[in-house]
């Protein structure tokens, strides 16, 4: 497939960075976000506009809301998937929303949820372990049939495990997004093939008819690291939208060359063969700026013809800070949402 690539580049980049968060963890001791926010997904629902988002307290990841009337000043609204105190579920020690199951896949769409069986849909990942994605991750669905979206109902077993899964994914599951084609669901993950750094993670999919029982795709990483390019390490953390204007669907996901992480744009005709375009979409900042170290984890929103790009920024802690998290040891970072938008392109 051809793919004029500064044609795309110029038409969904967002190089109108807002210089402050978005969103920032509370730096509060016992809360669920205490040491940073991550993996932002905003939808609109019921008049308003909402971020799922994961917090960090140092033991795991927890699931919360956070809402908006403008898109750009957010304030946290409510924890909806918890810690699992004195449980033995195989999610107890965290569980990250990942994806809500959307009415349209079409980016010039205003996401917003779709109810399967007269409930909302959520897919999530929880790891087993204390600590910073500390072990190898599951997947996990949840649902509710609460408008305020606060009340989640957790099924009793994962929905997709890394076992008898490909090489590439043995080690464990990350971020995936869920959605509706072709009469199936389709569920876009990334995965690592070995447990001790550096490892690397690439991009497969698994297809369903009923949203519990999944099948890989034989072709299994359809989005495989590249030597020699910004995402010669981590293929990541697919967001997968459709352009009906071109009939391309479009992957804003991540790379990382061992440094940096930034945002990239790849573009297929049918799911599976994808064409990943050579520079970033999202770069990484300068020093001192939020995203100095990475630019990651997209989640993309058309509003009023204007483009919000909301990722995960991270930048060296400093003394002072509200948040810190120490990714590896030795390695502190702030991490938090941030925004960049089209506004002022021509």
Known sequence: MRVEQEEWLARWSTPSKMVTPALSGSGIAGRYDSHGVDCPFVFRHNGRFYMMHVGFDGIGYQTGLAVSDDLLEWRHEAVILPRLEDSDRWDRVGAAGSWMLLNSNEIRETPTLRKRDGKYWMIYHAYPDEGYEAGGAVMGLAWTTDESL??????????????????????????????????????????????????????????????????????????????GTFYSQFYSDPCIRYDGETGRWMNFGFGLDGKHAQ????????????????KPLLPHGSPGELDEIHAHKSSVVMWNGTLYHYYCACRPWFEGDATRVEVFEGQDEFRCIALATNRGKS
């Open 150 to 227: 606060r009340e989640w109902h957790r099924l009793e077993r994962p929905i997709y495990t890394y076992e008898n899964g490909g090489d590439w994914e043995k080690e464990g599951l990350y971020k995936c997004c869920l959605l509706e084609h072709g009469g199936k669901y389709w569920m876009f993950y990334n995965a690592k093939g070995d447990g001790v750094w550096p490892w690397k993670e690439e991009t497969g999919v698994a297809t369903s008819d009923d949203l519990m029982h999944w099948e890989r795709y034989g072709g299994n990483p359809v989005m495989p690291c590249k030597e």
């Open 263 to 278: 945002g990239l744009l790849a573009v297929s005709e049918d799911l599976l063969r994808w064409t990943t375009l050579d």
